[in-house]
């Protein structure tokens, strides 16, 4: 009894030493109380959620523009559209209580303030995904999507308060450098009739909308520490919900203000595979990023929202592979190696990870064998 009772606090601390470090009040998740074998398998489900849920989603949006598809405030709107799928895993996985949380939460203005400027943020930032994805390859848009791990360790120093030690150093200059890669290539393999000059606007626009990507994580785990105080399943589902309605309204509004309602029909009836399949690509696409959200949340619940963000980067290296089988996109030299050296950057920043956990670890452990010493 005794003996089982040490492996599931060793477990315990195990799973708590990788999460989140900084946070003013953690709430601790129900998944602590499982066991190893059942974490993992949380952690491996998750992980396959975001990878398949990504790459999916940027190959179904390629295929709607290659097929005719050409309304850009279409393409944003689906980015966030299905959102009322994340009420599924609110509904019959429900959060636990904080018996420790004596703060007062914060007012109903003070949140719906929050949801609505991160929610307009994130409207602004699908809508530059979908121009970049526009003017660019499914492989290009992708590899150039992974500096979000740089900005990312840019934004989390400034505004996370995160160390900035010489591997992440090492990762933001080599995730750097692929990008620079991708930007003085000629991507031959892009979509047909993209000038030269719309290549560019599309690596500006997908390049921007990385950084903006990695901004709203910091700034949602900026709320969760100075607001929320809490960083629970269900508070971080609400956020994700809260959010996408307010990027879907926007969405919607840019699509009627613009004019591009009038020739979705139009669209619908010249689309390369029939009216059916251009219902079902938008449909599948907007599906596909909220399984791809549902795994975000779910990494972020059961480990960690920096760790989510380091499996989201490392899904876009998928997406250049099956683009390359599906789309057959050219994947030259340049690619390769741009390929190599964002993989180089990822495994960098999870070596500091690694390395952080196992001094938090050894911290507790030394914390634990203090306390049985002086209990002895």
């Known amino acids: ?48 959620f975001l990878i398949v849920g990504q790459a999916a989603a940027v190959l179904l949006g390629r295929f709607y523009y290659d097929r005719g598809g050409n309304s850009k405030w279409m393409a944003t709107l689906v980015q966030t559209a299905a959102f009322p799928v994340l009420l599924i895993p609110l509904y019959f996985i429900p959060s636990s209580k904080d018996p420790l949380t004596s703060s007062a939460p914060p007012s109903i203005k003070v949140l719906a303030l929050i949801y609505f400027a991160l929610g307009v943020l994130l409207a602004c930032d699908n809508m530059l995904y979908s121009v970049g994805l526009l003017y660019l390859s499914a492989s290009t848009y992708s590899l150039i999507c992974a500096t979000q791990l740089a900005f990312n360790a840019v934004f989390s120093y400034f505004i996370n308060s995160q160390k900035f030690t010489a591997l992440i150093l090492n990762s933001v200059i080599i995730v750097s450098f692929s990008a620079a890669l991708i930007a003085v290539s000629d991507d031959s393999s892009g979509p047909a009739g993209v000038s030269k000059w719309k290549h560019i606007l599309g690596f500006i626009c997908t390049l921007g909308a990385s950084a903006i990507y990695s901004l709203l994580l910091s700034l949602m785990q900026l709320t969760f520490q100075k607001v929320l105080k809490k960083e629970t399943f269900s508070v971080v589902l609400e956020m994700q919900i809260y959010t996408a309605l307010v990027a879907s309204c926007a969405a919607t509004v840019g699509l009627f203000a613009s004019g591009e309602w009038r020739t979705l029909h139009g669209e619908m009836e010249n689309f390369g595979e029939g009216r059916v399949s251009y219902v079902m690509t938008l449909v599948w696409t907007a599906v596909a990023w909220q399984v791809c959200s549902v795994g975000v949340v779910g990494l972020i619940f059961v480990v960690s929202s920096l760790f989510s963000n380091v499996i989201s980067t490392l899904s876009l290296a998928v997406t250049p592979i099956a683009a390359v089988i599906i789309f057959h996109d050219k994947m030259d030299g340049v690619k390769i190696i741009a390929m190599l050296l964002a993989i180089w950057g990822f495994a960098t920043y999870i070596y500091q990870n690694y390395l952080d956990d196992s001094k938090v670890r050894r911290r507790q452990t030394g914390v634990t064998e203090s306390h049985n010493d002086s209990s002895a």
């Open 1 to 48: 009894m005794s003996l089982h009772k040490a492996e599931s606090e060793w477990w315990r601390d195990s799973q708590e030493s990788i999460l989140p470090k900084d946070e003013t009040v953690i709430e601790q998740t129900q998944f602590v109380k499982l066991g190893r074998c059942q974490w993992w398998f949380m952690v491996a489900l998750n992980i396959f």
